[in-house]
């Protein structure tokens, strides 16, 4: 059973800042890109950052210069570190990764996401 665990959401003063962390397990063959998004209560969840497996990334014009996706190949572990968090920022935050993961015998490649893990900017 493919998952993706989010960690290291929480409580943060506007100015601040939090690390997120997603990590992949089951049986995987390939991390083929990793993303982070968002949701605001009574808002669409929305692109924040994604990064390929060659290491390109984009970034919601919003969080440009303050946000920065990065992932760990070896441990298939994707982190997404906040810098001058803004009360607008304040959101649940989830990881989705495309995944080549092993069905049996066969590789099969489809999306996952996390549970989601609460972000709150508040002074």
């Known amino acids: 059973q493919v998952q993706l665990v989010e960690s290291g959401g929480g409580l943060v003063q506007p100015g601040g800042s939090l690390r997120l962390s997603c990590a992949a397990s089951?049986?995987?063959?390939?991390?083929?890109?990793m993303g982070w998004y968002r949701q605001a209560p009574g808002e669409q969840r929305e692109l924040v950052a994604t990064?390929?497996?060659?290491?390109?990334?984009n970034y919601a014009d919003s969080v440009k210069g303050r946000f920065t996706i990065s992932r760990d190949g070896a441990s298939n572990t994707g982190y997404l570190q906040m810098n001058s968090l803004k009360p607008e920022d304040t959101a649940a935050y989830y990881c989705?990764?495309?995944?080549?993961?092993?069905?049996?015998?066969?590789?099969?490649?489809?999306?996952?996401w996390g549970q989601g893990t609460q972000v709150t900017v508040s002074s």
């Open positions: 990064i390929t497996s060659g290491g390109s990334t």
């Open positions: 089951g049986r995987i063959v390939r991390v083929n890109a």
């Open positions: 989705n990764a495309r995944l080549t993961v092993l069905i049996g015998l066969s590789p099969y490649e489809d999306d996952y």
